[in-house]
C-alpha cells in the first residue's frame, strides 16, 4: 500500500485570525512535561558578568543597546546608539571607496588575463582594482553608565541571581544582603525609545546608588542638574554629534546632581531611570546628516519620565511579546537547575531533555536578538547587532555582505519576525545611490553595485585587503532578502514600490556586466571570487548563482508587475545564455570554481558554491546537484568558525538530513557559543546566532520551491514535539505537532487566497493541494 494512503485524513476549515500566540502549550504525548515558559526562556546566572564579551546580558531597541553586567557595588550597562560611527563625510579622505584616480582599461584588462592566463592570485588582482580604505570608519560604543550603590556586597552569596526573560526582553539582578531582598530590572522600550533602569527593595529607605557616565574617549561633556544627566559631544574623527539624557525618578528619598557631572540617589523607597541617545545621522546620500539629536532625546526621555515605571514596562512588554511569543517551540526539553553556563557546558548533543531545553533555548535567543537589534527607524542589525564595548571593534562591526548581513535576516520570514526586515529594506535602497556611483566610475556602467563590506555612509566600492575587496554580485545577493518578503506576505504594492526597483537596478548592472566566456561562449562573471578562498578566475560557482537567482526572481517579479516586455525578454535572454554555476567533478563533488581544481581535503569555513542549496533555490533535495552538494559538505566536514557551522545546519537542512542538521546545532553549541549563549567566531559574531535559529526552522518547514513541506529535516533526537506560528511562503502561519518522529496535526492560517501544495506523511500520496482562502484556518489531522 502507498505509505500513508491507510491514514484517514481529515481537513476543517473555519473562519479564524492569525495572531499572536501564547506562551504556554499543553505537554506533548511521548515528550517531557512542558516546563514552565518563564524559566524555559530565561537565561540564568549566579554570578556578576566579568567579561563584556563572554558574559554580559544585551538589552535593545534596534537604535539602542545595552549590556548588563549585574556587579554589585557598581553595577554597570555599556551603552550602545547605532548610528554613532566613525568615519563617512567628515573624516579625512572618505571616498565611498571609490577610485581616487581613473584607470582606463584597468577592468577590461584584468578580465582579458583571466580569459589567456585562467586565474590570478588574489594580490595581482588587488594591485590592479583595489586601493587603501580612506574613512571607513567603525561604529563606537557610546559608553558606560555606571550606578555604583554604597553599602551593598563586594561579592555575591548564594542569594544572587542574574537573568534575561526572552519572552518579556527583561534583564534583572537579584539577591539578598543583610536580610534586605534586593532587585534590580532593565529593558530597552521600543515604543518608548529609551533605555529604562529600575533599583528596589522589600524594605523601605534602602534604595541609594551614585550614577555616572563613563568613555573611553574624551570627545563628550557631562552635566548634571535637577534630576537630568546630559552627556554632549562630537567624535573627533568626523564631526558627529551625539547626545545622551538621563533622567532619575524615586519614590520616597531624594536625587542630588554633582558638580562633577553624577546623580546621586539616597534613602529611596525605589527609584528608576530613563535614558534616551541620539546622533545627528541621517541615511541620506552624500552628507549622511540630520538635525542635531538633542530635540528628540530631550523629547523621548522626558515623555518617559512623565510616566510610571509600571506603566512604561507594561507598553515595552506588550510590544515585545506581540513579536517574541508568535513562535514556540516544544521539543520535548526539560530545563534542569543549573545557571545556563552550566546548562552550556553540561551540553553534549545526545538529545537528552536538558539538552534539547538549551537547542530550544538558543533558538529563540536568536529570535530575541533580532527583535532587539532591527526595529523599524534605525540601521539593520550589524556584526554584533547593536552591542559593543570599544571604539575599534573587529571588522569594524560593520556590514559584510558577502553572507553576513544576509544572514542576519535568513530567521526573520520563517520565525515570523517580518517586521524586523523594515531597516533592512531601508538600508538596501539608501545603497543605490552611492551604488549607482560606484557601477559608474569602476565599471563604467549603469546600475547599483556595493562589494564585499559597507557601512552607513555609502562605502560601495573597494579597498585593498587581496581576500576579501571584490564581490559585486553583493547587491544582486541583497536583493533576495527583499524578494523572499515578498514570497512570504504577497504583497504586489510592497514587490512594486520596495522590492521590485532595487532588483530591477541590480539586474540591470549584471545585464551590462556579464562577459562571453571564450571556453564555451557562456556568459559569466569575471573577474570572479569565491569569498576568501582561492584566486580570481571567472565563472566561479557563487558569482553564477546569486547571478541567477537575482535573474530569475527579477524575472518572475517582472511578470507578476507586467512590467516592459522588452526588460523581461532581456533577463530570459541572459538566463538562457548564462552559465549556471553548477558543475559535478572528478570526484562527484559540487564545484568551487568553472575548472575542476577543488580538493578533497579542502576544510575551508566558506562553502560559497552551495549558494544554489541555501539561501537559494535552484538546487532541490533528491536531485544530481543535490547529491554533488552533499559530496562537498561532506569533504568541507562539520568544522568551522561559528556563523559557518550556523550555514551548514541550513545547509544540510535542505538536503533533508535532520541528523546531521543537528550535529553541526550541536558542534555550534558544543564550540562555538559562549556563555552569554553569543555565537563566536572568534571573536563574538552575531550572524551565527541567527543563522543557528534560521537553521532549526529548516528543520521543521521549507517552501523555497513552492509546495510547503513539513518537518522536512527532524533529527532523530526530537521524536516528538510541537512548533506554532512558522511562516511559510505564500502567505502561510503554520503549527505542527509530531509524535514518533512523523507529523500528527497540522494547522494552517493562510493570509492569501491562493493554492497551496501541502507535503507531509500526514498526508494519503504525502502531497495535497488545495485551494486557500484569505481568513481561513485548516486542520490536517489523521
Known sequence: MTPGMSRRTTIKSALGVTGALTLGIPAISGAAAA??????????YHTPAADWERESLPIGSGALGASVFGTLATERLTLNEKTLWTGGPGAAGYDHGNWTQPRPGVLASVQQRLDTEGKLSPEAVAAELGQPKHGFGAFQVLGDLELAVPGAPSAPDGSYRRTLDLASALAAVTYTHQGVAYTREFFASYPGKVIVGRFSANQPGKIGFTLRYTSPRTDFTATASGGRLTVKGALQDNGMRFETQIRVRTDGGRVTAGANGTLTVTGANSAWFVLAAGTDYADTYPRYRGADPHAAVTGAVDAAARRSYDALRTAHVNDHSALFGRVTLDIGQQLPDLPTNQLLTQYTGSGSAADRALEALFFQYGRYLLIASSRAGSLPANLQGVWNNVTNPPWSADYHVNINLQMNYWLAEV??????????????????????VSAREIFGSAGWVVQNETNPFGFTGVHDWATAFWFPEAAAWLTQQLYDHYRFNGSTGYLRSTAYPVMKEAAEFWLVNLRTDPRDGKLVVTPSYSPEHGDFTAGAAMSQQIVYDLFTNTLEAARTLGDAPDFRARLETALRDLDPGLRIGSWGQLQEWKTDVDGR????????????LHPGRQIVAGSTWAEAAKVSLAARGDGGTGW?????????ARLRDGNHAHKMLSEQLKSSTLPNLWDTHPPFQIDGNFGATSGVAEMLVQSQHGPIEILPALPASWPDGRVTGLRARGGVTLDISWSGGRASRITLRAS????????STLLPGGERTFRATAGQTYEFTP
Open 644 to 652: 559557518s557551522k550556523a550555514w551548514k545546519i541550513n545547509f544540510w
Open 601 to 612: 581535503t579542502d576544510d575551508h569555513r566558506h562553502v560559497s558554491h552551495l549558494y544554489a
Open 35 to 44: 516546563v514552565n515558559p518563564s524559566d524555559e526562556l530565561t537565561l540564568r
Open 752 to 759: 492569501r487566497t491562493t493554492d497551496l501544495t501541502l507535503r
Open 415 to 436: 520565525t515570523n519576525l517580518a517586521e524586523t526586515t523594515a531597516p533592512y529594506d531601508r538600508y538596501v535602497e539608501a545603497m543605490r545611490a552611492p551604488g549607482r
